[in-house]
Nanobody
Framework: QVHLAESGGGLVQAGGSLRVSCAAS????????MGWYRQAPGKQRELVAA???????NYAESVKGRFTISRENAKNAVYLQMTKMKPEDTAIYYC?????????WGQGTQVTVSS
């Protein structure tokens, strides 16, 4: 099994910044995809950003230019630096790892942006 431990969620004002972190442990493959998804009340879970072991990235259009994903492969960690945050960024943010065609999820961390 794979365990994902998240940290860094909280409350921030519009225009501010927040950084969330995720560390993976367990039965990890050398190559995998790691990323962040979010789910707001009444909405479906959506991809925010993802990154391969080889540093190929994928961002949602709504966060391009504002959010930056990064990885430290030796630590099995992934980070999401969020800047210029908007109230519509308010959601539960979930760390995700995909390997061998299976998805693993963190417990989620609440991010709230006030106006």
């Amino acid at each position: 099994q794979v365990h994902l431990a998240e940290s860094g969620g909280g409350l921030v004002q519009a225009g501010g910044s927040l950084r969330v972190s995720c560390a993976a442990s367990g039965s990890l493959e050398r190559f995998n995809n790691m990323g962040w998804y979010r789910q707001a009340p009444g909405k479906q879970r959506e991809l925010v950003a993802a990154m391969t072991t080889g540093a190929i990235t994928n961002y949602a259009e709504s966060v391009k230019g504002r959010f930056t994903i990064s990885r430290e492969n030796a630590k099995n960690a992934v980070y999401l630096q969020m800047t210029k945050m908007k109230p519509e960024d308010t959601a539960i943010y979930y760390c995700n790892l995909q390997q061998r065609g299976r998805d693993f999820w963190g417990q989620g961390t609440q991010v709230t942006v006030s106006s």
